[in-house]
Nanobody, 125 residues
Framework: QVQLVESGGGSVQAGGSLRLSCAASGYAYSRYCMGWFRQAPGKEREGVAG????????YYSDSVKGRFTISEDYDNNMLYLQMNGLKPEDTAMYYCVADGVGCKPGQNHEDWHYWGQGTEVTVSS
């Protein structure tokens, strides 16, 4: 089993920055990939960023590329999402996700086995 706990959400004005954190616990082989999804009210879940843990390649959606950066502290089981240049359309609940061997950082939401409870991000114009 893997437990994921997000933190760092909040309210910010457009153009501002936030850094989301995800504390992970459980078997390391169940966290071969980790990432961030988001879901805005009335919209489908969107994969924002993903990474092969331990220093592998990353994935970003086109909507956040160049503004968001995914990173990890592998030794301390932490995942981060640095969000710069925030826009009102970034407003959503953000979820930390993890999956085991065979995963891909950009895989669809139904392929991720482990989800956190989410942290809310609100960007005002």
């Amino acid at each position: 089993q893997v437990q994921l706990v997000e933190s760092g959400g909040g309210s910010v004005q457009a153009g501002g920055s936030l850094r989301l954190s995800c504390a992970a616990s459980g078997y390391a082989y169940s966290r071969y990939c980790m990432g961030w999804f988001r879901q805005a009210p009335g919209k489908e879940r969107e994969g924002v960023a993903g990474i092969y843990t331990g220093g592998g390649s990353t994935y970003y959606s086109d909507s956040v590329k160049g503004r968001f950066t995914i990173s990890e502290d592998y030794d301390n089981n932490m995942l981060y999402l640095q969000m710069n240049g925030l826009k009102p359309e970034d407003t959503a609940m953000y979820y930390c996700v993890a999956d085991g061997v065979g995963c891909k950082p950009g895989q669809n939401h139904e392929d991720w086995h482990y989800w956190g409870q989410g942290t809310e991000v609100t960007v005002s114009s």
